[in-house]
T-cell receptor
Framework: NAGVTQTPKFRILKIGQSMTLQCTQD?????MYWYRQDPGMGLKLIYY???????DKGEVPNGYNVSRSTTEDFPLRLELAAPSQTSVYFC?????????????FGPGTRLTVL | QKEVEQNSGPLSVPEGAIASLNCTYS??????FFWYRQYSGKSPELIMS????GDKEDGRFTAQLNKASQYVSLLIRDSQPSDSATYLC??????????????FGGGTRVLVKP
């Protein structure tokens, strides 16, 4: 199993550009999450999905959109990139629908908006 | 008050000593608690999980949970230079609709000096 994979690893965007961060997991996990991590800070939840076709907002959803057409994929879309979106983005997935499961993280995408 | 609070550090410990990390949380209905280790530029990796009051040991790591005091800690015994990293405390609340919602603290940076 590759686990959780993310592409690209690095990206520089100009203000106002758009892009999609890709996330794929091969563990047949129901739940998938997108977090952002600003320098020296913890992770903040952007969006999450409890299964294909179902998504919901997290703590900091403004400026982002997601879709979940398959169990494996959970892309994050940035529209009209802003400098405030400069961050490291982590995708995560988990399986068990209880309070005792763990989340597995992808390697991250480092995004800079100039 | 932040939902999950950690001292940002750095916590400097000599090699072979015990590193003690603390975390407090505000949501009394939190169900499970996790410690993630994050090396610089890498994604978080789970090192400990704890669900019941008391201690849980795994190798050189011991997690301690006190739900009444809303406090969870991590002890690293015989600290090694390879333990130098940021340690993130995460608190989980399970919701049937949303699944697991992890809230992260800002992390404690640990430096183990040879």
């Amino acid at each position: 199993n590759a686990g959780v994979t993310q592409t690209p690893k690095f990206r520089i965007l100009k203000i106002g550009q758009s892009m999609t961060l890709q996330c794929t997991q091969d563990m047949n996990h129901n739940y998938m999450y997108w977090y952002r991590q600003d320098p020296g800070m913890g992770l903040k939840l952007i969006y999450y999905s409890v299964g294909a076709g179902i998504t919901d907002k997290g703590e900091v959803p403004n400026g982002y959109n997601v879709s979940r057409s398959t169990t494996e994929d959970f892309p994050l879309r940035l529209e009209l990139a802003a400098p405030s979106q400069t961050s490291v983005y982590f995708c995560a997935s988990s399986y068990r629908t209880s309070g005792i499961e763990e989340q597995f993280f992808g390697p991250g995408t480092r995004l800079t908006v100039l | 008050q932040k939902e999950v609070e950690q001292n940002s550090g750095p916590l400097s410990v000599p090699e072979g000593a015990i590193a003690s990390l603390n975390c407090t949380y505000s949501d009394r209905v939190s169900q499970s608690f996790f410690w993630y280790r994050q090396y610089s530029g890498k994604s978080p990796e789970l090192i400990m999980s704890i669900y019941s009051n008391g201690d849980k040991e795994d190798g050189r790591f011991t997690a301690q949970l006190n739900k009444a005091s809303q406090y969870v800690s991590l002890l690293i015994r015989d600290s090694q230079p390879s333990d130098s990293a940021t340690y993130l405390c995460a608190v989980n609340r399970y919701d049937r609709a949303a699944g697991n919602k992890l809230t992260f603290g800002g992390g404690t940076r640990v430096l183990v000096k040879p």
